[in-house]
């Protein structure tokens, strides 16, 4: 007599140990290597603070965002 393979038995699901395990195994190799990726440096939002204005005036200052504005009008 043959054993009936998983297709022909009613009321049983596809899952059989060798897919868990294969599952399982595929799963710890995911969060292994979760682990070994590098993690994201969390900046210092304080150190984005713009610079307090100079007590006698004359607040402009030749920035690289200014530098990089006087280029784009160039013709």
Known sequence: MRKP??????GRSGLNRRSLFAGATTVGALAAAATLMPR?????????LPK?????GGGYSLSDHVKQYYKTTLI
Do not use: G
């Open 5 to 10: 393979t998983p297709e022909t038995r009613e």
């Open 52 to 56: 307090p204005a100079p007590e006698k």
């Open 40 to 48: 994201v440096a969390v900046t210092d939002p304080t150190a984005a």
